[in-house]
């Protein structure tokens, strides 16, 4: 909350001042009142505590680069400020104050039975066990140690130790939370929509203000199943409930981005994610190759019989994996390709992790044939490929279900720029049971439906299909679940960018140890009139409407409004900065404004 200072010490002027100072003072005071005027009937801004939200909503973070590979990425450490921490600290601070006073009691002289006394509380609170050693453990255990890049599983240790007490590298700073502004006047007119992000009043202490993200409507009952949500009314049979297609977007989270290569992790001969899928000994035939170490890939297969392939597998070295790397090690028999999941860079405290079906392929394309091709994608969820394919001619794209295809259903067609000799960017998503298409951005309109149906009871046989994922390998496989096709054609691509969509754990309790979660396969919430449902966008960090005691809704009474957008992110350092030039002087700002992450909140 913005705290407004108190003007104070007016002293009197001449006559003729006076009128100048009577305008300013009437500026100041109308600015003033229209600014409490808007904070209190159309938006105010708040501060993100938390990473409940996260990645859409930053609370108390550092952002770090990987130092083998270069990807940035951010870490929350909101236990460092909490109400607990700064308890401790306080407490902390008044022990060390009381030391202070005792030695300098000892060595100053006084009554022999108040040394006495002062020497048995020193040797009390400097003990291995005292108090003031406990308080620094405690403060310590909610310091981040280490943090793992997403890209190429190298940690990168935040800590280092300064006269026996654990103390933050200097050169991995903390910053603030997001600031976003809250449309208070949202709902005044309009009902909320569901996906909205919402700030409300906390049911179990409406003193504190939570922000979360609506997934269920009043008169619905909300359940949570396979990592996604599905909501039913009456007697009706739950449904999964699909995203619009911008909150799709902005809802992905990124697994893995060809930009960012470890030039350790390829020294140690470490296998690329990207590979051409032509069998091993098949000399003949096109071929994807690189030539910049994997960033990005390109293909000739003009002859008319030829298709190459070049399929993306999941290997992420873990923590054992980088220990064997530093000892000069090589991986043989250690780089297994594995299930895409959950993990979420953001939290330290690692999870039990979920395989994500739902994925998604970001990349850049390059075409140089004139004469036609064909390009196209596929995504493999639970053994079933799903596919994205472009006449290079024509630029007709077709959408192929595989459970339709199956039964003979046509595919879905639709119009699009991909043709002939150009650059496109390209996603091809495949969430909520339903395929989408973007080119250049764009969503591309088709001229059948390209979502299917299917029930809530099927959602635990989806189970992943893993097979022995070698190139050359014909059979639809978890373990090898994006593909990229070509024929008659010459193609290049770049950027790629491996994605999934938010996975939603039904959770119903924590557990004991660090990082436990109960968790069940399916759970269900009932809501009546009024009242809404509510997640964070972090699933494995979100004390949300699946985790409270009391109720498990927010009543309309207690909505505060819809966040809008990030107006203020924290500011990147004056070290990270670009210096401002004026003529011959150098001007460099004690912080810059991160432009990069002010946005709209979707």
């Known amino acids: ?34 600014a409490l005027l808007f904070r209190a009937f159309e938006a105010e801004a708040f501060v993100i505590p938390t990473g409940s939200m996260a990645p859409t909503l930053m609370g108390r973070h550092k952002d ?33 104050r009381e030391l202070a006073g005792r030695k300098a009691n000892v060595n100053g002289g006084g009554w022999p039975q108040h040394q006495e006394e002062s020497r048995r509380r020193i040797e009390l609170l400097e003990s291995d066990r005292g108090p003031i050693a406990q308080l620094r453990a405690r403060l310590a255990g909610k310091m981040v ?6 890209n190429c599983g190298y940690g990168t240790r935040l800590v280092q ?21 809250v449309n208070k006047f949202a709902y005044d007119f309009s009902e909320p929509s569901r996906w909205d992000v919402v700030v409300f009043k906390y049911p179990e202490e409406a003193k504190t203000n939570y922000i979360k993200r609506l997934v269920g409507l009043p008169g619905e009952t909300v359940s949570i199943a396979g990592g996604d949500i599905w909501t039913s009314t009456g007697a009706a049979a739950p449904a999964i409930v699909r995203k619009p297609p911008d909150t799709m977007r902005s809802m992905l989270q990124c697994v893995h981005d060809s930009r960012y290569v470890s030039n350790d ?28 170490e994997g960033r990005s890939f390109s293909v000739s297969a003009r002859a008319a019989d030829a298709t190459a392939t070049l399929r993306y ?104 720029p991909v043709r002939g000799v150009g650059s496109w960017q390209i996603l091809f998503a495949n969430v909520d049971d339903e395929l989408s298409l973007f080119v250049d951005g764009r969503r591309i309109a088709f001229d059948r439906p390209t979502a299917w149906t299917r029930s809530i009871a099927d959602v635990p046989r989806a189970q992943p299909v893993v097979g022995p994922a070698e ?28 994605l999934r969509d938010t996975y939603y754990i039904g959770a119903i309790d924590v557990g004991s140890r660090p990082g436990e979660i109960l968790e069940e396969d399916r759970l269900e919430f009932g809501l009546d009139a009024d009242q809404f449902f509510v997640l964070g966008d972090n699933s494995a960090a979100s004390k949300d409407s699946r ?12 909505l505060i409004g819809k966040a809008m957008a990030i107006f203020w992110p924290h500011a990147v350092p004056a070290s990270w900065s670009v210096p401002v030039k004026i003529g011959g002087a150098e001007l460099r700002l004690p912080s810059w404004p991160n432009f990069g992450r002010m946005r709209f909140v979707r």
């Open 547 to 558: 985790l409270w005691l009391e109720c498990h809704h927010v009543d309309r009474s207690l």
């Open 64 to 96: 770090l680069v990987c130092e083998s590979c270069g990807r940035d990425f951010r870490v929350g450490c909101s236990a460092e400020e909490d109400d607990q921490s700064q308890s401790l600290r306080t407490e902390l601070s008044r022990l060390e």
């Open 161 to 181: 130790e300064d006269a026996g007490q654990m103390r933050y590298d200097p050169r991995y700073p903390s910053f603030s939370g997001d600031r976003i502004l």
């Open 1 to 34: 909350h913005t705290r407004y200072p108190l003007v104070t010490g007016v002293q009197t002027c001449a006559l003729p001042i006076l009128g100048y100072g009577r305008e300013t003072v009437e500026s100041i005071v109308i600015a003033f009142t229209l």
């Open 145 to 150: 140690t280490a943090a793992k890049c997403p």
């Open 265 to 292: 992790l390829r020294q140690a001969g470490w296998p690329l994610c990207w590979t051409d899928w032509s069998p091993e000994r098949h000399t003949a035939g096109p071929r994807w190759t690189s030539t910049d």
């Open 313 to 416: 597998r999941h290997f992420l070295p873990s923590e054992e994996d980088w220990d064997a790397i530093g000892r000069g090690e090589r991986p043989a028999g250690r780089d297994e390709p594995s299930l895409v999941d959950d993990f979420q860079p953001y939290n330290a405290i690692a999870t039990r992790s979920h395989w994500v079906g739902d994925l998604a392929l970001e990349m850049n394309c390059e075409t140089s044939a004139q004469d036609g091709g064909r390009l196209a994608i596929d995504l493999v969820e639970a053994g079933a490929a799903h596919r994205c394919s472009f006449d290079l001619a024509t630029g007709e794209a077709t959408l192929t279900i595989a459970d339709r295809a199956a039964e003979g259903a046509p595919p879905a067609r639709a119009r699009t």
């Open 471 to 498: 190139p050359g390998g014909a059979e639809p496989d978890d373990l090898a679940p994006v593909g990229i096709s070509v024929s008659r054609a010459d193609v290049r691509v770049n950027r790629l960018r491996v």
